[in-house]
């Protein structure tokens, strides 16, 4: 059984387009965090949320854990190419060791 | 200054033999662990090293082992390969152990194939 269910697996879009990923569990999780990784690159930190209900934003992403820290999203506004990659939700338990869910692989269309 | 850096960054084997991928953390960062990623999937756990011992270990078999040198860089070894070793393997590291607001930094991996 996955910790950490993502969804959709693939969405392609055109550019300009809006999209939404989902990371969800039935567990609750004190942190959670995304993450992009490119081909043939290792994964890139993107955001930490800690707080239930807490929003955040980098330019035209906006990140969201959901009120009971048992699911987050992702909303990209405007997608551009730059922004194709895979987009990983991860989780760390204990201290030491960081759980993955499998990603979400966004094209976006020229 | 340098990221983490990984060598070699591909990588032929045949069933059977082993293999030493090695890793070069960030300078002044005292913690490597190291990931396993399968095609399609995402990267899992195997390893962690924090001041030259072992403080975590994945669901992985004893074929897999490391080490943590004097200057923090890392070896993984996988002894024995099977077919179903191949995969990316990432290096990671981090200024501490654990801490709630550790950062890890992800090198760009070692693409084993086994075959």
């Known amino acids: 059984t996955q910790l950490l269910e993502q969804s959709p697996q693939f969405l392609s879009i055109q550019e300009g387009e809006n999209l939404t990923v989902y990371c969800n569990s039935s567990?609750?999780?004190?942190?959670l965090q995304w993450y992009r990784q490119e081909p043939g690159e290792g994964p890139v930190l993107l955001v930490t949320v800690v707080t239930g209900g807490e929003v955040k934003k980098l330019k035209r992403l906006t990140f969201q854990f959901g009120d009971a820290r048992k699911d987050s999203s992702l909303h990209i506004t405007a997608a551009q190419p730059g922004d194709t990659g895979l987009y990983l939700c991860a989780v760390k338990l204990g201290s030491y060791q960081l759980t993955f869910g499998k990603g979400t692989k966004l094209s976006v269309i020229p | 200054d340098a990221g983490v850096t990984q060598s070699p960054t591909h990588l032929i084997k045949t069933r059977g033999q082993q293999v030493t991928l090695r890793c070069s953390p960030i300078s002044g960062h005292k913690s490597v662990s190291w990931y396993q990623q399968v095609l399609g999937q995402g990267p899992q756990f195997i390893f962690q090293?924090?001041?030259?011992?072992?403080?975590g270990r994945g669901n992985f078999p004893d074929r897999f082992s490391a080490r943590q040198f004097p200057n923090y860089s890392s070896e993984l070894n996988v002894n024995a390969l099977l077919l179903g070793d191949s995969a990316l393997y990432l290096c990671?590291?981090?200024?501490?152990?654990?801490?709630?607001?550790?950062?890890?930094?992800f090198g760009q991996g070692t693409r084993l194939t086994v075959v």
């Open positions: 990671a590291s981090s200024l501490e152990r654990g801490s709630f607001n550790t950062e890890a930094f």
């Open positions: 567990s609750v999780f004190s942190s």
């Open positions: 090293y924090y001041e030259k011992e072992e403080r």
